[in-house]
T-cell receptor, first 112, second 115 residues
């Protein structure tokens, strides 16, 4: 059973702080990983993807992948109230029959 | 581009009724997916279609059927709705070939209540 686990939430940080969201996965063969943001009542939207070990930065967001330890993380710098949402971690293979396995999500609240 | 569209946005059914959820994408993607999302459960895959003419079961297929009508459209049918199928249903699509990752794009969702 392939599993993606996200640390229990909710997570609350003050505005301007760094929010750290973590995710572990059980399938060592997983090749690509995604962070989706989902606002209440809306559909998931992709904010970051990573498939190589190390860090990947995009604006205030940094995704980190450590395949040896089987974890993925998302750092949000200078957190804003607009970052308040549920963040879903997903992992999967590439290829024609590829599927993603999603974690249950973690809710982030950024306090003004 | 509209991206991924879903109809209807909301639906209330009585136990035992049937209905079809429609999904269409205009991004020329090969792969399409149906998920359900329940509180505290994340997204769970119901069925997916890697390409036109093929469909496969996901994690929670019982009580559902799908049809990949053409490359653009992928429908989900509930033959005899049950209260346990009350959920938010999302359709997604992705393009895998020639890419090192399979980003999925989601539709706006259908909120289904079965009484």
């Amino acid at each position: 059973q392939k599993e993606v686990e996200q640390n229990s939430g909710p997570l609350s940080v003050p505005e301007g702080a760094i929010a750290s969201l973590n995710c572990t996965y059980s399938d060592r063969g997983s090749q690509s990983f995604f962070w989706y943001r989902q606002y209440s009542g809306k559909s998931p939207e992709l904010i970051m993807f990573i498939y190589s070990n190390g860090d990947k930065e995009d604006g205030r967001f940094t995704a980190q992948l450590n395949k040896a330890s089987q974890y993925v993380s998302l750092l949000i710098r200078d957190s804003q109230p607009s970052d308040s949402a549920t963040y879903l971690c997903a992992g999967g293979y590439t290829g024609a029959n590829s599927k993603l396995t999603f974690g249950k999500g973690i809710t982030l609240s950024v306090r003004p | 581009n509209a991206g991924v569209t879903q109809t209807p946005k909301f639906q209330v059914l009585k136990t035992g009724q049937s209905m079809t959820l429609q999904c269409a994408q205009d991004m020329n993607h090969n792969s399409m997916y149906w998920y359900r999302q329940d509180p505290g459960m994340g997204l769970r895959l119901i069925y997916y279609s890697a390409s036109e003419g093929t469909t496969d079961k996901g994690e929670v297929p019982n009580g559902y059927n799908v049809s990949r009508l053409n490359k653009r459209e992928f429908s989900l049918r509930l033959e005899s709705a049950a209260p346990s199928q009350t959920s938010v249903y999302f359709c997604a699509s992705s393009e895998l070939r020639g890419r090192p990752y399979n980003e999925q794009f989601f539709g706006p969702g259908t909120r289904l209540t079965v009484l």
